[in-house]
């Protein structure tokens, strides 16, 4: 966590690179805190970790108490919404331009 909040580009994006392939309650709860973060790229990063690890129903919870939240961005509304709701063929296409994006 250190190196991301360091403010230099590089130890960030290497930081995220490590955490996007972790698989902990932890882990989670830092990408749930990231999906309000002012900066699009986190907000891309947790949504790119979300749609490798929740299925339908869970993605599907996320939205309904994303959309509860006092603050929320559009960006995450539509990806949130091509993951649910896309079929299958561009499902697949919309998580790796996410993995693309959060890189």
């Known amino acids: 966590m250190e190196l991301m909040l360091s403010g230099r580009s590089e130890l960030v994006k290497i930081a995220y690179g490590w ?3 972790q ?3 932890e882990v989670g709860a830092f990408f749930e805190t990231e999906l309000v973060s002012k900066d699009a790229s986190n907000r ?3 949504l790119s970790y979300f ?3 929740r299925d339908s129903a869970e993605l599907s919870m ?3 108490s994303y ?3 006092e603050t929320y961005y559009y960006n995450v509304l539509t990806w949130l919404d091509r993951l649910l709701y896309s079929p299958s063929p561009l499902r697949e296409m ?3 331009e996410l993995e693309k994006e959060g890189a």
């Open 19 to 21: 955490m996007l392939n």
């Open 23 to 25: 698989d902990s309650e």
């Open 44 to 46: 891309v990063r947790a």
């Open 51 to 53: 749609s490798k690890r």
């Open 62 to 64: 996320m939205l309904e």
């Open 67 to 69: 959309l509860e939240k």
């Open 94 to 96: 919309f998580v790796r």
